[in-house]
């Protein structure tokens, strides 16, 4: 199975070596236990697509955002938002 054009020749059998083995024969001893939802982080590997939109909010609300922080205030305006789909998802 052909992962990626660039990969040098070595590399792709190895990874194609790796796929053929069954996950039973795969030694996972080295390899910490991570406990559920320990020490996770959102957006550590994975970083959202963004996307530029215009949106009208209150001034008193960008106020509140952009003075609770020297900066980054339209990071935590997205936190926010996130937070509420959180809390308002089935």
């Known amino acids: 199975m052909r992962n990626h054009d660039t990969l040098p020749d070595r590399l792709q ?9 069954p ?3 795969i030694d996972t ?3 910490p236990e991570v406990a559920e939802g320990s020490a996770g982080r959102r957006g550590v590997f994975y970083r959202p697509v ?21 900066r980054h205030y339209q990071t935590r305006i997205n936190a926010a938002l996130r937070s509420y789909i959180d809390a308002h998802s089935e």
């Open 13 to 21: 059998r190895e990874l194609d070596a790796l796929d053929r083995m």
């Open 23 to 25: 996950d039973a024969d």
């Open 29 to 31: 001893t080295d390899v």
């Open 50 to 70: 963004k996307r530029q939109v215009t949106i009208r909010l209150d001034a008193d609300v960008l106020d509140w955002f952009q003075a609770s922080g020297r």
